[in-house]
């Protein structure tokens, strides 16, 4: 990468604010925040084909005065998930090293990629661990703090946990900014109604297409301040 530095003389004030400012030229330059906020938020929307064309398993069905109610996995949606993030981080990881291939630069992204893997890895395991208990709180709804740790480590908490350690890396308090409002919208989840009779291979989309949507916009919007900032 040029630069048009000029020699501090040997000021040590100057030497300083030279290196802090190559230090930042470098941070621009090794940026690439538009790429994981466009593949997460196309994962993210084709989540809802997944949920619409296949079926989840039932069991355990229980007849009740208005329906009934059933245990109920998402196997499609679980292996499409996993599969897709996983294929996500790591097409994320080389588009971030081959772009700084082409600018000499080195890649800061293993950690990021490393936190969203190491998520999966977690969210796996609680999966796991509560379908062994065998769903506790069956045929009741689990307690509210039980639903936000669901939410926590749904697909979507996860990609916004591990945006936290990306704006960490990149040192860019506007993706911080985004994703705490990201994980807003996931943690608090608002649909504006959508969906309502829609039947339940719809019932997912609202909110997954509010979450990709969030996401591309980000990765619109980050595109072009990466622009101009070259």
């Not at 709804?141 to 639903?147: C, D």
């Not at 019932?203 to 622009?227: E, S, V």
Request: hydrophobic share 55%; aromatic share 10%; with cysteine.
């Amino acid at each position: 990468m040029a630069s048009d530095a000029v020699p501090a003389g040997g000021d040590p004030r100057r030497v300083l604010a030279d290196v802090r400012e190559m230090a930042r030229r470098v941070r621009l330059a090794q940026r690439v925040t538009w790429l994981p906020l466009l593949l997460l938020g196309l994962v993210t929307l084709g989540a809802i084909l997944v949920y619409r064309f296949t079926d989840p398993v039932l069991s355990e069905c229980r007849q009740l005065s208005d329906g009934q109610i059933c245990k109920v996995w998402y196997r499609s949606a679980q292996i499409y998930w996993l599969s897709a993030l996983v294929l996500a981080y790591l097409a994320i990881a080389a588009g971030y090293v081959l772009v700084a291939r082409r600018r000499g630069l080195g890649a800061r992204i293993r950690p990021y990629v490393l936190t969203g893997l190491g998520l999966l890895v977690v969210a796996a395991a609680a999966a796991t661990t509560w379908g062994a208990l065998d769903h506790p709180y069956y045929p009741d709804a689990p307690p509210q703090f039980v639903q936000f740790l669901f939410r926590v480590l749904d697909p979507g908490g996860m990609i916004g946990l591990a945006l936290l350690v990306l704006a960490w890396l990149e040192r860019r308090i506007s993706l911080l900014a985004f994703t705490l409002v990201y994980l807003l919208v996931v943690l608090v989840p608002i649909n504006f109604g959508w969906g309502e009779g829609w039947g339940s291979n719809w019932q997912f989309a609202p909110q997954l297409a509010i979450n990709g949507g969030l996401l591309l916009l980000g990765a619109l919007g980050f595109a072009i301040a990466g622009r101009r900032a070259r």
